[in-house]
């Protein structure tokens, strides 16, 4: 079946406008995450969704990222007023978590988001 | 707070060497652990997990044990393949709730032929 999809694959944008990172997740899956990779570096959790519950945004880095997933599906991370320290890989993944131990997330292949 | 850290890369090898890539953790309690793997061109996907001290999770000829005492989770294989090549990640959930995953910096691993 169709695995995690993300939208664009790469996005280069100038510094100070806003950009929006798609994701899809895999049909079924009820939870979905969101990373940021940067050059070197390992994944930094960035947001969880699960289900109807409030999503956790513990790993946001500041007030200009926001995400939202509507339907319980597709996902959109927003990034208001880009700088260039927010030049990474964004990646996004999905589970179908029955509980904390098993589970086992499924990733897309990110979008390379570079801020001139 | 919780963390993970992992030994620098890259780690070059020649095929068939035994591989040890050492990972350690910070974090209260029993935490679930893993190691992920990313091939070149390719999305990260799980390598293997364990769930508590002393288990020991295996797949394609990588095994890690669950070290409680050393608060570790090396992943280790026999002999290496040129495509094992890939870079590889290793991960915790906390046992404090929800399902956020603290990575590992990720460890670039290069098998010469």
């Known amino acids: 079946g169709a695995g995690v999809s993300q939208s664009p694959s790469n996005k280069v944008t100038e510094k100070g406008k806003d950009v929006e990172l798609r994701c899809d997740p895999i049909s079924g899956h009820t939870a979905l995450y969101w990373y940021r990779q940067s050059l070197g570096q390992g994944l930094e959790f960035l947001i969880y969704f699960q289900g109807n519950s409030a999503p956790d945004k513990s790993g946001l880095p500041s007030d200009r990222f926001s995400a939202e997933r509507t339907g319980g599906s597709v996902s959109t991370l927003t990034i208001q007023r880009t700088q260039q320290e927010d030049s990474a890989v964004y990646l996004c993944?999905?589970?179908?978590?029955?509980?904390?131990?098993?589970?086992?997330?499924?990733f897309g292949p990110g979008t390379r988001l570079t801020v001139l | 707070g919780n963390s993970v850290t992992q030994m620098e890369g890259p780690v070059t090898l020649s095929e068939e060497a035994f591989l040890t890539i050492n990972c350690t953790y910070t974090?209260?309690?029993?935490?679930?652990l893993f190691w992920y793997v990313q091939y070149p061109g390719e999305g990260l996907q799980l390598l293997l997990k364990a769930t508590k001290a002393d288990d020991k999770g295996s797949n394609k000829g990588f095994e890690a044990t669950y070290r409680k005492e050393t608060t570790s989770f090396h992943l280790e294989k026999g002999s290496v393949q040129v495509s094992d090549s890939a870079v590889y990640f290793c991960a915790l959930i906390p046992n404090t709730g929800g399902f956020k995953t603290i990575f590992g910096a990720g460890t670039r691993l290069f098998v010469k032929a």
């Open positions: 993944a999905s589970s179908y978590p029955r509980d904390r131990v098993t589970d086992t997330q499924y």
């Open positions: 974090a209260t309690g029993y935490p679930s």
